[in-house]
Antibody
Framework: QVQLVESGGGVVQPGGSLRLSCAAS????????MHWVRQAPGKGLEWVAF????????FYAESVKGRFTISRDNSKNTLYLQIHSLRTEDTAVYYC??????????????WGQGTLVTVSS | SYDLTQPLSVSVALGQTATITCGGN??????VHWYQQKPGQAPVLVMY???NRPSGIPERFSGSNSGKTATLTISRAQAGDEADYYC?????????FGGGTKLTVL
């Protein structure tokens, strides 16, 4: 069965950096795009970034462009999110999600349990 | 940017039908997907491509999309259906979510 396990969250000071990881299993990781989605405490879902199956195309939400970098290591079945210049508004649970694409659309058919990032001094 | 509008909350009596809407400009021309999120849990896909149920989602869940509104319908609502529901589209290389609807089963 598909499993996505995030790690790397924690408490970090404003301006700091963090790298989140998502270990994937139960499917052929190198055949699928992957996403990061976040959810601030008590708020709704916000898409963060997408990476194509081979890592050659990456898309970002405007709110994180220039500060977040999505990457993947298909030899390790692992997805990453490098976050720089953290702001208090980046405080959220960060989920990795498996991509499913059909025609002109994409959606998230499996989600991890999330990892909490808290930005606080 | 493209906006998706959902009601903040919907209430339904046990065993009755709940309707959760997702509004957007000409949303009927897009494919809409729906997620259920229970407190403290990750979201779960409950409807994809407007009206398709993933394996394991009860037939009580159905979806439609036309004009300016996409709709998730839950028939014979159960206590276990209480959750937040989010619609989502993919537009201009971006995933967009509605603000979410809290479903309460009375």
């Amino acid at each position: 069965q598909v499993q996505l396990v995030e790690s790397g969250g924690g408490v970090v000071q404003p301006g700091g950096s963090l790298r989140l990881s998502c270990a994937a299993s139960g499917f052929t990781f190198s055949n699928h795009g992957m996403h990061w989605v976040r959810q601030a405490p008590g708020k709704g879902l916000e898409w963060v970034a997408f990476i194509l199956y081979d890592g050659n195309n990456k898309f970002y939400a405007e709110s994180v462009k220039g500060r977040f970098t999505i990457s993947r290591d298909n030899s390790k079945n692992t997805l990453y999110l490098q976050i720089h210049s953290l702001r208090t508004e980046d405080t959220a649970v960060y989920y990795c999600a498996k991509d499913f694409t059909s025609s002109w659309t994409r959606y998230f058919d499996y989600w991890g349990q999330g990892t909490l990032v808290t930005v606080s001094s | 940017s493209y906006d998706l509008t959902q009601p903040l909350s919907v209430s339904v009596a046990l065993g009755q039908t709940a309707t959760i809407t997702c509004g957007g400009n000409n949303i009927g021309s897009k494919d809409v997907h729906w997620y259920q999120q229970k407190p403290g849990q990750a979201p779960v896909l409950v409807m994809y491509l407007n009206s398709n149920r993933p394996s394991g989602i009860p037939e009580r869940f159905s979806g439609s999309n036309s004009g300016k509104t996409a709709t998730l319908t839950i028939s014979r609502a159960q206590a276990g259906d209480e959750a937040d529901y989010y619609c989502q589209v993919w537009d201009s290389r971006t995933a967009l979510f509605g603000g979410g609807t809290k479903l309460t089963v009375l």
